[in-house]
Every structure is written in C-alpha cells, then in structure tokens.
C-alpha cells in the first residue's frame, strides 16, 4: 500500500525514533528523510509534539493489532495471553525509543485521540485476560484490576532491561522469564513453559 505524504513522515519520524531517540526527531530531519521541503511537515503537524503524537497512536494501534492477532490465532486462551505478552515485550526490547514515548513520555501529547488507541490497545489485552479467567487459567478477580497487575508488571521488567538495571542478583533474568514466572504464579492449576522467542511484529 503506497504511503500519504503524511504517513511517510510517521515512518521518517518512527525510523529516527529507533536510530537516535528523540532528540534525533525534527520536523526538518523528517523532512529530508521524505523528501519535502522543510516546511512541508508543517501542513499536516502543527509541531514536534504533534508528529510524535503520530507516531504513538499509530504504534498504539499496531500494538493492538498484533493483540487481536494472536487472540484470532489461538484456539487456547493462555496461549494467545502469552503470546500476545510475548508481542509486547519484543515491541518494548526492539523499539526502545518507542516504547518509552508511548509508556513513560510526561511530554507526549494527551489528546483524546491518543488516549482513546493507547484505551483500545489495553482493552485488547484485557479481553485476552476474560478469556483465560473464563477458562480457569487466571484467578477469578476484577479483569480490568488483573490486566493493569499483568499490564505494569510487564511493562516494569521492560523498562528495567531496556535501562540496563535488570540482572539475575535482584532476581530478575530476562523480561519473558519474569512474564512466564508471573502467569504460572497466577495459574490456577499447572505451569506450562513460556516460549522465549520474540516473534516479528509488523512494527517498522
């Protein structure tokens, strides 16, 4: 599918993101990287913060995709959990610059837009989570109070591994073996392995 000029300087702005953190994103720098004069990300971004804006909700969106995917995928309820766990994780080691701009940016822009894809991407996973709870493979609490556990205790072994401050002596090894850990604690009957493969995410 051909690109607009506007989802181009996304992609620009998404690329830079993962070559050298934000400060590398300008509207000028995805300018050049398109192809468009200097002032012509300014017709579709009103600034930085907006393009960056962008970017999060269309990776928001990406990640609820990839959630949806393995829930159409799996017939099992805990596999589409892990895997859609396992989803997440590669998106947060793969795109760290990203992941912090969606998860952990004071600055990023909160329209109700943005809002509303990083609400559906959670809404998404917490679907997953009523599955399991359905079938008995998650403990039968409030859903939406379990995935927000599920949610920030992903999302801090994340941090602390694409930070450089996760390491065995704090009982910490890799992000997908704390996941595995947490599910199987959660399990109402026995644990089952964890893959520890990153599958490919159509995230670019």
């Not at 600034?47 to 970017?55: F, T």
């Not at 610059?97 to 943005?114: E, N, V």
């Amino acid at each position: 599918m051909i690109e607009t000029t506007k989802q181009q300087l996304v992609s620009a702005a998404s690329r830079l993101l993962d070559a050298g953190g934000q400060e590398a994103v300008t509207l000028r720098a995805v300018g050049e990287r398109v192809g468009v004069s200097h002032n012509a990300p300014y017709r579709h971004f009103s600034g930085r913060g907006a393009l960056l804006g962008a970017v999060a909700k269309r990776d928001f969106n990406m990640l609820k995709q990839a959630f949806d995917d393995q829930n159409s995928a799996n017939d099992s309820p805990e596999a589409a959990l892990r895997g859609s766990a396992a989803a997440l994780i590669a998106y947060g080691i793969e795109h760290k610059a990203r992941y912090r701009l969606l998860f952990s940016d004071p600055q990023l822009p909160s329209d109700a837009i943005l809002k509303e894809a990083a609400f559906d991407s959670f809404k998404a996973f917490s679907g997953i989570v009523a599955r399991c709870q359905q079938h008995g493979a998650l403990p039968d609490v409030d859903t939406v109070s379990l995935t927000g556990v599920i949610y920030a205790t992903i999302h801090g072994a994340i941090d602390l591994e694409i930070s450089g401050r996760a390491s065995g002596a704090k009982g910490l090894g890799s992000v997908e073996a704390t996941a595995s850990l947490l599910f199987d604690l959660l399990r109402n009957h026995g644990a089952t392995g964890y893959s520890a493969t990153r599958p490919t995410l159509a995230i670019e």
